[in-house]
């Protein structure tokens, strides 16, 4: 079936970086369009980054452009998402995500990025 696992969460201090990963499996990874959205306490999901299946068309919105970078290592059933000069506001629950259509039809657990000094 299909699964993703996400991984590389973390407390980070203001200004630090992170990579957190998705390890996929169940699925022709590399024929997908894949997401990472995050949700942070109390409020509503947020996407940070898109990712085209050959790994050569990324979008991000102003929340995370200039910081945040998604790749991809098809090979490897692997989404990456690097995070750099990392906010408090950045603070959520970070999941990866199968894009189906105009929505998303399979999540992982997510993996906690805490933010703080």
């Known amino acids: 079936q299909v699964q993703l696992v996400e991984s590389g969460g973390g407390l980070v201090q203001p200004g630090g970086s992170l990579r957190v990963s998705c390890a996929v499996s169940?699925?022709?990874?590399?024929?997908?369009?894949m997401t990472w959205v995050r949700q942070a306490p109390g409020k509503g999901l947020e996407w940070v980054s898109v990712?085209?299946?050959?790994?050569?068309?990324?979008v991000y919105p102003d929340s995370v452009k200039g910081r945040f970078t998604i790749s991809r290592d098809n090979a490897k059933n692997t989404l990456y998402l690097q995070m750099n000069n990392l906010k408090p506001e950045d603070t959520a629950l970070y999941h990866c995500?199968?894009?189906?259509?105009?929505?998303?039809?399979?999540w992982g657990q997510g993996t906690q990025v805490t933010v703080s000094s």
């Open positions: 995500v199968r894009n189906y259509g105009h929505g998303y039809d399979s």
């Open positions: 169940g699925f022709t990874f590399s024929t997908y369009w």
């Open positions: 990712i085209n299946p050959g790994g050569d068309a990324t």
